[in-house]
């Protein structure tokens, strides 16, 4: 019997219903043509449930996520919603409630990408971020004293756990391996500064690296790797940091492979209930129109089949997405794609059938 995959789908804000449409789409066809079988069911969550109901993320949905083999996620974020509700009730309180202790962000460039770093090809940018997603500055450790007063305090503190910097560590050198790329292992970092919390991630990665030598490890400041991700990206392979640090070099990153419009991660508990969305935002000024770029939520997709195990799936949506990317979109970049939103997922589609026909003669 073909197996079931049941997906639960929070389309969220904005432009993600349409991305998410796209991506659903194209997990229907390749579950097809693969001999599996995808059941999606649906979430109203984000800023508009907010706005109508005074509530993010019932506790009935948790507890709904945890029956679920995957979670596929568009967007959250609405421009009449106070910052920081919306992300912490909703995006944090997922990642938390469900222990995603990973965010995966694979930063690669595709040919036909228009390449944003002079004299760089898809050859020097190919490495993935592994980003540490339940602690640092994100567990909201802190708080004000004399809020409001000329001597008002506010302290946010950063929570490192030797089981979460351990867990995250672990799972980036086991990465590192199963990618088997340059097997180099990279951890960014603060040590110079941040003398506890950096010292606690470099005697830890120490420690786990005596259990890997056939990782090369190498140890990178922040900053420093700001300026090599720009300078010689193709020096990177795996690059693990916390949560904060990784937050800002993912942004980077998507930047150098070409734009939020192909930048997708999960947020992944390997011993649970795992998240994939395109990094981007809700982009409001495009929703509806069907111009945005849904490429980034069709990685996402992706990204979901190959935590399911799905590596073959998985594989014939790289390579169509790599087809369109190489012969069909003029930009990148929402309304200047030369195709619709719902033609760029066709056109997948397309070359995945394709593909399977090609395979079968
Ligand atoms: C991301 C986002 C989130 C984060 C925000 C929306 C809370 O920027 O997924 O990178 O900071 O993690
Ligand atoms: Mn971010």
Known sequence: ??????????????????????????????????????????????????????????????????????????????????????????LLSLRFALDQYINL??????????????????????????????EGLYTGSGGFLKKGTPDEVAVQESINTRKGVERCLRFAFDFCQKRNKNKKLTLSGKTNVLTYAFDLWERTFQEVASEYNDITTDYAHVDATCMWMVKNPEWFDVIVTDN???????????????????????????????????????????????????????????????????KTAAKKIEKAIMQVLAHDLKSLSAGKMGHTTSEVGDLVVQYILEDTKEASR
Do not use: W
């Open 105 to 134: 962000r694979p930063v690669k460039l595709y040919p036909g990408v228009e390449a944003p770093l002079k004299d760089k090809g898809p050859e020097d940018i190919d490495f993935v971020v592994i980003r540490e997603n339940t």
């Open 244 to 310: 904060m640090f990784g937050d800002i070099i993912t942004d980077l990153g998507a930047m150098i492979q070409g734009g939020m419009g192909v930048a997708a991660g999960g947020n992944i508990n390997p011993e649970g209930v795992s998240m994939f969305e395109p990094i981007g935002g809700s982009a409001p000024k495009y929703t509806g129109k069907n111009v945005i770029n849904p490429i980034a939520a069709i990685c996402a997709a992706q990204m979901l089949l190959e935590e399911l195990k799905e």
């Open 1 to 90: 019997m073909a197996k079931t995959y049941n997906i639960a789908v929070i389309p969220g804000d904005g432009t993600g219903p349409e991305v998410v449409t796209e991506g659903i789409k194209i997990l229907k066809a390749v579950s097809e043509v693969e001999n599996f079988k995808m059941e999606f069911v649906s979430f109203d969550l984000g800023g508009e449930r907010y706005l109508r109901t005074g509530e993010t993320l019932p506790f009935s949905a948790i507890e709904e996520f945890r029956t679920m083999d995957a979670i596929y996620l568009g967007a959250i974020g609405h421009p009449e919603v106070k910052p920081g509700i919306l992300e912490k009730g909703i």
